[in-house]
């Protein structure tokens, strides 16, 4: 038994307005694409890039999270129900978001931003959104901590947490891991590290850099705290992977290619508003 049962019976909704809830969830999300316009509005401005680039950069990275995430979830988890009901795949008020497909949203997003507004590299473009995004991760999944969900396997460490607004802690009755407080940790951290490389070493001279490093920083961290959630579907109870792992591999690798392409790619010379 843990020396300290934390019992978390925090209510995940702020108020009421009639039938509908305000939730901590949303205001998370909000609050980190607010930040994170306010970054990437500070990177356009020291770099003398052309302010008008920077709505359609929120827009599409929004639609891009949002569309991305939930059909992600939908087609990595749950194919043959979605499929058979395609209507419910509109009901994202319902939950159900997965960060992996949110990824893949954004960069069919950037693809088409960087197409038809900026016709800068994608690169560009991946190397300024990834920096907040670390933040605005960490922030859903304290989201996710508020709505006792995606949590872990039974603990006897200290500060195990009892979910008693969860029905699928309910059928466990033992202290979780806080899974939802790890990942946000490494998110945070990895937001800091992107921070400094950008405002501080310049990183952002050579097209990919921090982008590879967000993407191994983030996906590394999923990759191991998933040793420690509970399954998330019913088919994944006997997986020595999860999908939350086999996802997560092409990012890594991605990250590292990114990484190998910025270092080995001749950078051209940018001026820094001053």
Not at 39 to 44: A, D, I, L, S
Not at 121 to 142: H, N, Q
Request: with cysteine.
């Amino acid at each position: 038994m843990a020396l300290l049962e934390i019992t978390w019976d925090v209510n995940p909704a702020i108020f009421s307005l009639g039938e509908k809830e305000i939730r901590w969830y949303a205001l998370a999300f909000a609050i980190g694409f607010f930040v994170g316009y306010k970054v990437v509005e500070r990177m356009f401005k020291r770099e003398n890039v052309n302010m008008a680039w920077l709505d359609p950069l929120l827009y599409s990275t929004i639609l891009g999270t949002i569309i991305g995430a939930r059909l992600g979830h939908c087609l990595f988890y749950a194919p043959q129900y979605y499929l058979v009901n395609p209507i419910e795949i509109l009901k994202v008020w319902e939950g159900g978001l997965a960060s992996h497909g949110g990824v893949l949203g954004i960069i069919i997003a950037t693809w088409f931003y960087s197409k038809y507004v900026s016709h800068k590299s994608m690169m560009w473009a991946f190397d300024k959104l990834v920096v907040p995004t670390g933040l605005v991760a960490a922030l859903i999944r304290l989201g996710n901590l508020m709505n006792s969900e995606i949590f872990g396997n039974p603990t006897t460490l200290p500060w195990g947490f009892n979910f008693v607004r969860s029905r699928e802690w309910l059928a466990i009755g033992q202290p979780c891991h806080p899974t939802q407080i790890y990942e946000a940790i490494c998110y945070l951290l990895t937001f800091a590290l992107c921070m400094w490389l950008y405002f501080k070493k310049d990183a952002w001279k050579k097209e990919g850099f921090i982008f590879g490093v967000f993407m191994i920083c983030i996906f590394v961290a999923r990759f191991f705290i998933e040793f420690l959630k509970l399954p998330q579907e019913a088919f994944e109870a006997n997986m020595a992977l999860d999908m939350g792992q086999w996802l997560s591999i092409p990012f890594v690798l991605l990250g590292i290619g990114c990484i190998w392409w910025s270092m080995r790619k001749p950078q051209p010379a940018h001026e820094i508003k001053k």
